[in-house]
């Protein structure tokens, strides 16, 4: 089975550049997660949608940061215009509906660099 | 405020010996916690699981324990393998009326020497 899918795996931008971030959650898993890692903060929950509905967006450093899900197997973290300070490895994770809902299933990252 | 800590950023262990990794709470309303294992250039990946009600997990080599009056839990792996050597995060989750947020600590670098 395919796990979570994440695209780009690296990406490398200048400062005031529009980056979108994919993902592709585990097929039939019914909520979604970005995550963003830094030394300084750890791993930060930025959103997380829920049958394609997005339920806490807290997370979300500030206005240039966006997200969506416009089905059940594609989502999007959008920031424009970038900063440097957003250079971070951004994780996309997936859980199941039911019991299992507390597991998360990450993917593998993609790693931002705004220059 | 860190809701969870994992106050040991590394540790050390010899092969076949146990590892003991740490983790701290604050919110008595988290009602699931979890282990992530991270290797470098991937993401983590979910170890192993506890329910508040319960004090004991295990699978395998890998043993959670859960104190729920000391808002301290554990991670055993026993023996320990130099393929254990990772980054381990404890999360947990169901606090803030969600019970699908995670929140992480800030993970304890494990390394298994031969």
């Known amino acids: 089975d395919a796990g979570v899918i994440q695209s780009p795996r690296h990406e490398v931008t200048e400062m005031g550049q529009e980056v979108t971030l994919r993902c592709k959650p585990i097929?039939?898993?019914?909520?979604l997660f970005w995550y963003r890692q830094t030394m300084m903060r750890g791993l930060e929950l930025l959103i997380y949608?829920?049958?394609?509905?997005?339920?806490?967006d807290s997370g979300m450093p500030e206005d240039r940061f966006s997200a969506k899900m416009p089905n059940a197997s594609f989502s999007t973290l959008k920031i424009q215009p970038s900063e440097p300070r957003d250079s971070a490895v951004y994780f996309c994770?997936?859980?199941?509906?039911?019991?299992?809902?507390?597991?998360?299933?990450f993917g593998p990252g993609t790693r931002l660099l705004v220059l | 405020d860190q809701q969870v800590k994992q106050n040991s950023p590394s540790l050390s262990v010899q092969e076949g010996r146990i590892s003991i990794l740490n983790c701290d709470y604050t919110?008595?309303?988290?009602?699931?916690f979890l282990w992530y294992k991270k290797y470098p250039a991937e993401g983590p990946t979910f170890l192993i699981s506890?329910?508040?009600?319960?004090d004991k997990n295990e699978d395998g080599r890998f043993t959670v324990f859960l104190n729920k009056s000391a808002k301290h839990l554990s991670l055993h792996i026993v023996p320990s393998q130099p393929g254990d050597s990772a980054v381990y995060f404890c999360?947990?989750?169901?606090?803030?009326?969600?019970?699908?947020?995670?929140?992480f600590g800030s993970g304890t670098q494990l390394t298994v020497l031969p």
């Open positions: 994770a997936s859980s199941p509906r039911g019991a299992a809902a507390e597991t998360q299933y």
């Open positions: 097929s039939g898993h019914n909520s």
């Open positions: 949608f829920n049958n394609n509905v997005p339920i806490d």
């Open positions: 919110h008595s309303m988290f009602g699931y």
């Open positions: 506890i329910s508040s009600i319960k």
């Open positions: 999360a947990a989750s169901g606090t803030s009326g969600s019970a699908r947020q995670l929140t």
